[in-house]
């Protein structure tokens, strides 16, 4: 806590680990530095087990745990680790369809379910910056 201290007042973007600022015993003092000093909070994620489990919790609420958390945008460690063929990888053959978007063809990539579920997150973080600037009574009630 004391080298985000000491860091804070010098970043204009700062990257926590997302678990810094929900689950650690420092985790309010974090973020009380984040907010005071950083203007732009963009949490990250990295997936542990690379398996279709975190689908929902790892992509598709990003949008709304970053909006609780105070942050401004989401962060991805990668969009994609292909090393062969994306759609059987043969690093783990656990997390076959791990990716964001597979090679395709000569007409472009392919999103995957977890592409949707990802772009689905950065609309909620979007529609929920855009209603907490609303002076509207009935989207301030959300």
Request: charged residues 25%; glycine residues 8%; positive net charge.
């Amino acid at each position: 806590i004391e080298d985000i201290r000491q860091f804070a007042p010098y970043l204009d973007l700062v990257f926590p680990w997302e678990p810094l600022v929900t689950s650690r015993s420092m985790a309010p003092e974090a973020k009380k530095i984040f907010k005071k000093h950083c203007p732009e909070v963009m949490p990250y994620l990295c997936s542990i087990s690379g398996d279709f489990s975190p689908l929902q919790s790892y992509f598709r609420f990003r949008g709304i745990r970053t909006y609780m958390l105070g942050g401004s945008g989401i962060a991805l460690w990668a969009v994609n680790s292909w090393r062969g063929n994306d759609y059987r990888s043969e690093e783990n053959k656990k997390v076959n369809g791990a990716f964001l978007f597979h090679h395709g063809d000569d007409r472009g990539f392919v999103p995957t379910f977890r592409m949707h579920a990802f772009r689905e997150a950065v609309e909620d973080l979007y529609y929920l910056k855009r209603a907490e600037k609303s002076s509207s009574p009935a989207v301030k009630g959300f």
